[in-house]
């Protein structure tokens, strides 16, 4: 079951609804997982969407947002217009235990193996 909210509010799993599968398959894309590798560079400061650059459409970008966060994987909140995203590391941490730790650190030593171009 999603939370369901009211106004410019936008759902998201509650934590014990977040099921691994649907987290690895939301980190398995590069361009989502590039999302997540900023946000977690920000250190837990939430970003607007404008501050993680995706090089796909914008309405590319709104559908790899939102597949991260039907996941669990990210809260999207509104700040006026604009849309503020921030990990949900702590829910991962707690379900998932070293998950998202892991996988931040095969990317990171992915991309030092390959190069920014498969960032």
Do not use: W
Not at 31 to 60: F, H, N, Q, Y
Not at 86 to 114: I, T
């Amino acid at each position: 079951m999603t939370t369901m909210t009211s106004g410019r509010e936008l759902p998201h799993p509650e934590a014990a609804q977040i099921r691994l599968a649907e987290v690895l398959h939301a980190l398995a894309d590069p361009m989502r997982m590039r999302a997540v590798r900023r946000l977690a560079a920000a250190g837990g400061a939430e970003l607007a969407c404008s501050e993680i650059e995706l090089p796909v459409t914008k309405s590319t970008s709104t559908h790899h947002f939102r597949v991260l966060r039907e996941s669990g994987v990210i809260r999207q909140t509104y700040r006026g217009t604009a849309k503020l995203n921030a990990l949900r590391g702590d829910d991962l941490e707690a379900l998932f235990p070293g998950l998202l730790a892991a996988v931040l650190a095969a990317a990171d030593a992915q991309s030092a193996r390959l190069g920014a171009a498969e960032d």
